[in-house]
């Protein structure tokens, strides 16, 4: 198993956790010298906040990990690509490295529906697509056919 299977793997397990919680099953790590710095999984229904995205929730962890909002020798492991809120904290943050499980063709920012990350904007991540892709897809479409059931 590569490094960045290890990771999105992990990220896996925090999809898995929100699922068991009702959540919508995305899961994010954030890596710096090969050790995870920030992990989060979706709370929007627990904190009642569109903000309590996966990838928010990592990144807050990840800065208060260094003390600084500045995530520039870092990497993002997400298992759904992140949607226009999330690369935009992305973005903000300067994380450099970006890598995705599921397309999201509904609300996907970085290739999905369009690509903010092909914007001039000063600090661009390199982006990574697919890694552990079909787990990733299994999740979301287990616990929305869950959803279907149950209505």
């Known amino acids: 198993m590569s490094d960045h299977e290890r990771w999105m793997a992990r990220a ?14 995305v899961g994010c790590v954030i890596v710096r010298e ?9 709370r929007r229904e627990e904190k009642g906040s569109a903000l309590s995205h996966a990838e928010t929730e990592a990144i807050a962890m990840a800065n208060e990990a260094l003390g600084s909002w500045r995530l520039e020798d870092c990497a993002l492991y ?11 904290a992305i973005l903000n943050a300067r994380i450099p490295r970006v890598y995705y499980g599921a397309r999201d063709a509904a609300f996907g920012a970085c290739g999905g529906v369009f690509n903010l990350f092909m914007e001039d904007f000063p600090h661009t991540p390199a982006l990574v ?5 079909e787990p990733c897809r299994e999740v979301l479409g287990s616990f929305f056919r869950s959803l279907r059931r149950e209505r």
């Open 12 to 25: 896996l397990e925090l999809a898995r956790e929100a699922a068991a919680a009702g959540e919508v099953p």
């Open 34 to 42: 090969g050790v995870v710095i920030g992990e989060g999984r979706n």
């Open 78 to 88: 997400v298992t759904l690509e992140p949607c226009p809120m999330c690369a935009g």
């Open 129 to 133: 697509g697919g890694i552990l892709a």
